[in-house]
């Protein structure tokens, strides 16, 4: 075998687990998902073809899937922007020369490291309108707090706040990213007669932007497939104002074991997910700056 | 030669791997020649204690059957359903009277009857009624593990400092009444100098039964006669619904939902901070863990006919169950008079055979409540969960969007018609 | 002169400002963690106290052990642990395999499948979620560990697949071509050259990868029935039912269920930082 068969044939092989994991778990199911859409399956009895039906559903009849993409996107939008604005700033301070600089960068990473199961239910005792400690602090400044999980008004915004928390974890990105400008840079805008906030709009920003965009993008994907939150801590309510989507796909899947209705759910929210990230990597063309000068 | 190093290195460890995952699967296969069978059931510790000694028992008496219990204390449905969607059902399932037909329906249940016919089985112990339940177009499908019903349980003491006389735990009695019982919530909820509530006078259950009975009690309904269309949103039921919203929002005798979850249902009456509550009988679990205040049941209070809700919860048999034969033996057994006895010596709670219901086993004398024969007389006014074949989806509609009402987003007459139009399309 | 001092003082300035609100804002971040803690050491009794204290009179230390041991929270720790643990090392081996593939060799067909692996990262989970429980059942592997270990064997997560290409990308291919003149193939440039050389990416990819399979939640739920098979997240909802929840040793058993992430961040820490840094997200 000749050399260049030789690498053909490696770059195969080497490839072979994401192949092979690829057919059997993405792009099979992915088709199965399809056709499971045209049909009202319940994995108990044999499946019937209902054709469009689920699709017309969706879009006509069912009424809480523009409440969930509401709730997702109402949230999305809100906690991904202020991730990267709170996360680029945190950064930029713990990137100044101070002293206890690693301690704060610990102490602010720290809540990222423990997202999950456990977040959420400290949260749900935090938020707790008697006993939680949140309306605590409201009320020894004299503001009586809402009851945060039971109030739609005040849901989602708890479910922000509960995000914001966890900036520290791409705060860390933008550090490392900050890092990477050398100090030349600074120095000469300053001999330039540049002050601060110039040298933010015009190097930090600029060399940052690519980093942002990927935060943007990821932090966006990931937040419209919130689920473990509110499963656990509000089930959807009050009254379906924090039916997250992927939270009410799983109720049809597992709940009423609608697989096909599920199914359909699912492209649904894939398909808004791709126009959105499209969208966000259409504008990056604008704002974003990549190569060096 | 470094790196043939590595990679037998490598290759070790994926043996390893596969080797473990082989053993898994080769001791589990090992286990299989004694017969291992699962059961689900949900349950409180005073539950889970029951069950356990009841397998255990049942263990002991046959030692070729090994019973793995699946403990699932919440979202109850969504994990059974999961297991039989999976292909891995349990081969015994605790129910609720109201849900196992459409588990019948999809083909997930076993009936038994040619298990009874062939083991000529004497039930003739059994409440009528109680075995009735469980019978659905013509086939048994399952047998009751209690016959119990929802009444109200209240604390005396919190009554006798309050200054108000005992209701009559007489169910013929007609002085209980909504309008009485109102009266007395108000009384008994209490404030403290800062204007939070300390003591409430009753705790609204967002369950099925829990609702059921206020309904009932109104002359509601449910489903229409022909089973068709519901009822829920005439009258008698909005009357029902909108009464509780107003317990918790208009009258504040109530706690609101997210304040009753916090603390715990249970827990709200075990620590006195509760006058009334509409429970079942977990008559075991208030005698392990009362000891500050005397306590008592009484008959629902009723408006429009005298009711309660309940119907109890029995045993299937899945149809995917690989043995048959020893579920059958296990389901079998849990009705026997001896497994029934320790069930209700733990669990206090109404036994559906009609010999140990009035028993001392059930009655126990010297021991609270002390109107525990509220329960048996009680089975008169039974009604159970609808038995109607979609019966488990439309409950769970109604639990979905009962937040409306117990969160105060709407009166109970608008979320009911909403609802009404939702459920009467699965009725098509 | 006197403009010299006056800049110092605006440093001075702003760098006392700067503390004041890092100081503040750690306190308020790191309040909830330690209010956990607090719940976790009181009494049922004081949980529901109003107004609420902080530094509980007679710490339970014994709600720890309370907890670990009520609920078999040694065995979930095992499964939770063989879990991640055995997926882990299948995400690191196969990941750096298919990005090894991508960044070094050239073959038909690279440049488009890289970018579909990237397409996939767009791709909610519930889209192949529903078919692949379908799969599962069909295998038999429901209420087993398999469905959680073994597609991480197969580059699951493209994310960690980019990352470790755009890192291999980085080392020079002239350590490649030496190499191969002394006659190495392949293997060895990935075995000798590229993974050596890679401990930082690879470090991150382990660490990240650990901290998120420890905490999956949805998989879990799904496919693991037997309540022997728990994992932690699954387990630690244990403490709440419909008869109310044990706040204070649910406290406890999510104290220790956030161990092991915060331990594993501290051993990390400087291959966190520098890892990202070489990795390039700017790509």
């Known amino acids: 075998m000749n050399k260049r068969k030789k690498e053909i044939l490696a770059g195969y092989l080497f490839a072979l687990p994401w192949i092979i994991g690829f057919i059997l778990f993405i792009a099979g199911p992915m088709v199965a998902s399809v056709f499971l859409s045209f049909t009202n399956w319940n994995l108990l009895i044999p499946p019937k073809w209902i054709g469009f039906k689920n ?24 906690s991904v922007p202020l991730r990267v604005i709170i996360g680029l700033l945190l950064a930029i301070l713990l990137n100044q020369d101070i002293k206890l600089r690693s301690f704060f960068r610990t102490i602010y990473y720290l809540p990222s490291v423990s997202s999950g199961v456990a977040v959420s239910i400290l949260w749900l005792w935090l938020l707790n309108s008697e006993f939680g400690l949140i309306n605590y ?157 | 030669m470094r790196r043939i190093k590595i990679m037998i290195g490598v290759l070790c460890l994926i043996a390893l791997l596969n080797s473990y995952l082989f053993i898994n699967n080769f001791a589990f296969a090992q286990a299989q020649k004694e017969v291992t069978l699962r059961l689900i059931a949900w349950g409180n510790p005073t539950e889970v204690k029951a069950r356990e000694a009841t397998l255990k028992r049942f263990e002991e008496l046959h030692p070729n059957i090994k019973v793995k219990f699946i403990h699932t204390p919440e979202n109850y449905l969504d994990k059974l359903q999961t297991m039989l969607a999976a292909g891995d059902a349990p081969d015994v399932i605790y129910i609720g009277n109201g849900d196992y037909r459409w588990f019948a329906d999809a083909g997930q249940l076993m009936s038994l009857d040619s298990f009874i016919k062939r083991d000529k089985l004497n039930l003739s112990d059994v409440f009528p009624m109680a075995l009735k339940i469980w019978n659905y177009n013509g086939k048994q499908y399952g047998f009751p593990a ?166 109890g919860s029995g045993h299937v048999i899945s149809s995917q169950t690989k043995h048959p034969e020893e579920a059958w033996t296990l389901v079998k057994w849990l009705i026997s008079e001896e497994c029934e006895k320790i069930w209700t010596e733990t669990m206090g709670i109404v036994p559906p055979l009609k010999s140990i219901a009035y028993s001392s086993a059930f009655l126990k004398p010297d021991l609270p409540p002390k109107h525990i024969m509220v329960f048996v007389e009680g089975a008169k006014y039974l009604r159970p969960d609808p038995p109607h074949p979609k019966f488990k989806e439309v409950s769970q509609l109604i639990s979905q969007d009962l937040d409306y009402i117990l969160l105060n987003k709407a009166p109970a007459k608008e979320v009911l018609k909403e609802l009404a139009k939702k459920i009467d399309k699965i009725l098509q | 002169m006197l403009r010299q001092k006056r800049i110092q003082r605006r440093k001075i300035l702003i760098r006392i400002l700067i503390y004041i609100l890092l100081s503040v804002g750690a306190l308020l971040v790191s309040i909830p963690f330690l209010w956990m803690i ?72 690279r440049d488009l499948l890289f970018i579909a692996a990237l ?111 728990f994992t932690l997240a699954l387990g630690l909802r244990a403490f709440s039912s419909e008869y109310g929840t044990q706040w204070n040793l649910m406290m406890a058993a999510s104290c220790v269920f956030m161990l092991p992430l915060i331990i594993t961040y501290y051993l990390a820490q400087k291959y966190y930082v520098q890892g990202i840094v070489f990795t390039g997200l700017k790509g």
């Not at chain 1, 699709?55 to 809100?78: G, H, I, R, S, W």
């Not at chain 3, 095992?78 to 073959?107: D, H, P, Q």
């Not at chain 3, 998120?212 to 022997?228: Q, R, T, V």
Request: aromatic share 18%; charged share 15%; net charge neutral.
């Open chain 3, 119 to 229: 397409a996939t990262m767009m791709l909610p989970e519930q889209v192949t979620m529903i078919p692949t429980f379908i799969l599962f059942r069909y295998l038999g592997w429901v209420n087993t560990f398999l469905p959680l270990i073994i597609p991480a064997w197969f580059a699951r997560q493209p994310f960690y697949v980019f990352l470790l290409r755009q890192f291999f990308m980085t080392i020079p291919v002239e350590l490649d071509d030496a190499a191969r003149i002394d006659g190495a193939g392949f293997l060895d440039i990935y075995l000798r050259i590229i993974i050596p050389m890679s401990k930082p990416a690879l470090g991150i990819v382990a660490i990240l990868f650990f901290q998120f399979k420890w905490d999956e939640f949805m998989a879990p739920l799904i496919y693991l029935h037997d309540s022997e098979l």
């Open chain 1, 137 to 293: 602090f409201l009320k020894l400044i004299r503001i009586n707090g809402p009851s945060w999980l039971t109030d739609s008004r005040y849901v989602i915004p708890a479910f922000v706040l509960m995000s914001l928390w966890g900036v520290g974890g791409s705060m860390l990105i933008y550090l490392a990213g900050l890092q990477d400008i050398p100090t030349e840079y600074y120095e000469v805008a300053e001999i330039d007669g540049a002050n601060s906030i110039q040298r933010f709009w015009y190097i930090v920003l600029p060399l940052m932007s690519p980093i942002i965009f990927f935060n943007l993008v990821t932090g966006l994907i990931a937040a419209l497939q919130t689920f473990t939150q509110a499963f656990i801590m509000t089930g959807g309510g009050p009254y379906n104002s924090s039916l997250f989507f992927v939270l009410y796909l799983y109720r049809q899947a597992f709940t009423f074991l609608k697989m096909g209705y599920a199914s359909a759910l699912a492209w649904v929210l894939f398909i808004y997910i791709f126009l959105l990230t499209l969208l966000i990597i259409r504008s990056s063309t604008i704002w974003v700056f990549y190569g060096r000068h």
């Open chain 2, 146 to 311: 209690d016959f119990p019903n929802q009444e109200l349980f209240y604390n005396v003491t919190m009554f006798k400092s309050a200054g108000l006389p005992l209701p009559s735990s007489d169910w013929n009695d007609s002085g209980w009444t909504w309008k009485r019982f109102l009266e007395y919530a108000q009384k008994l909820t209490k404030k403290d100098p800062t204007g939070r509530v300390v003591q409430w006078g009753y705790r609204v259950d967002n369950s099925f039964r829990g609702w059921w009975v206020w309904v009932s009690t109104n002359g509601g309904e449910l489903f229409s006669k022909d089973g068709k269309r519901t009822l829920i949103a005439e009258p008698a039921s909005v009357g029902a619904f909108q009464f509780l919203q107003d317990l918790i929002y208009k009258y504040k005798i109530a706690p609101t939902m997210e304040l009753a979850n916090t603390m715990g249902g249970y827990d709200m009456f075990l620590g006195g901070n509760l006058g009334m509550t509409t429970y079942w009988p977990a008559i075991g679990y208030m005698r392990e863990n009362i000891k500050t205040f005397e306590w008592d049941v009484m008959p629902h209070p009723f408006k429009v006919r005298k009711a309660c809700a309940g119907g």
């Open chain 3, 38 to 109: 607090s719940t976790a050491l009181k009494p049922i009794g004081e949980i529901f106290a109003f107004p609420p204290r902080f530094i509980p009179p007679h710490p339970l230390w014994s709600n720890f052990l309370i907890a670990l041991t009520e609920y078999p929270f040694g065995l979930y720790l095992k499964n939770t642990l063989i879990v991640t643990t055995i997926s882990t090392l299948g995400t690191i081996i196969s990941c750096s395999t298919v990005a090894f593939s991508f960044a070094r060799l050239r073959w038909p067909g």
């Open chain 1, 55 to 78: 699709y017309y559903t969706l879009l006509e009849e069912d009424e809480l899937v523009p409440q969930a993409l509401k709730v997702t996107t109402y949230y999305a939008f809100t």
